[in-house]
């Protein structure tokens, strides 16, 4: 709709100072906030990790004694583990390659969906590969997340496939386009059932035994618990 507005003088010059304005917003929303989500986590990196900075106080001092440093980055950091700090500069790199760069690739074309299956794909190797997320159940819920949505572009590339037909007329894929969109709204769906799985999981099971797994030293017992009700936290 409107992709192309005859009533729209662009040799004037009302347009020629929004185009500018455009290019300005350019390089400062989709390049500008990810360089700057990377500049202050270096500089502030050796602060994002309690584990190594922090190992003679408990848990609970280590994560307070952090927030009083580097409290204003919590929403860049907060959900990761601390070698991967620089996370949420890649996930902002992943939307702006999926959403903004793809405009500029024939749009509607199969090639625009391939390169958008190829980007998704690398993606969900890089994600299965370093389980980023402080969390292991967060790591788990972003790895199918990240499956989905290689598994839609993969059928919404056999649904523009099912446009192509041999000089008789005949369909070359042979794949129903009704079954692709049940396949596709199931998908769809199940994200909902994962993730209200995981939030239900998560209200009855304390995260103990997440940061257990991670390879700090977690005293369940009371007795092993200091005054404050923290935990002991130490590297294996």
């Known amino acids: 709709y409107l992709r192309a507005d005859y009533s729209v003088d662009c040799d004037s010059s009302e347009y020629s100072s929004i185009f500018g304005l455009a290019l300005v917003m350019i390089l400062v929303y989709p390049i500008g906030i990810p360089s700057m989500y990377l500049v202050v986590l270096w ?15 408990s848990l609970g001092e280590a994560v307070v004694k952090r927030e009083k440093e580097v409290n204003h980055l919590k929403f860049l950091f907060d959900a990761y583990l601390p070698k991967y700090w620089w996370t949420e500069v890649m996930e ?30 690398i993606f969900l190797t890089i994600y299965t590969k370093l389980n980023p997320y402080l969390m ?3 790591n788990t819920f972003a790895t199918f997340v990240h499956f989905l949505i290689s598994f ?7 649904i523009k496939m099912n446009e192509f037909t041999n000089e008789d007329g005949e369909n070359q894929v042979r794949v129903s386009t009704s079954s692709l969109s049940t396949a596709l709204t199931i998908s769809c769906a199940s994200v909902i059932g994962v993730g209200a799985i995981m939030i239900l999981r998560a209200l009855f099971t304390t995260s103990e035994g997440d940061y257990a797994s991670l390879g700090f030293n977690v005293s369940s017992s009371k007795d092993e618990r200091k005054d404050d009700g923290s935990f002991e936290m130490m590297k294996k």
């Not at 903004?100 to 390169?115: A, D, N, P």
């Not at 839609?152 to 056999?158: A, I, K, P, S, V």
């Open 152 to 158: 839609t572009l993969l059928c919404t590339l056999m």
């Open 92 to 121: 902002c790199v992943r939307k702006l390659l999926l959403t903004g760069f793809m405009v500029f690739i024939y749009e509607g074309s199969g090639l625009q969906i391939m390169i958008g299956l190829v980007i998704s794909f």
């Open 43 to 57: 500089r502030n990196r050796e602060k994002l990790d309690p584990q190594k900075f922090f190992t003679e106080m």
């Open 136 to 138: 292991p159940s967060n």
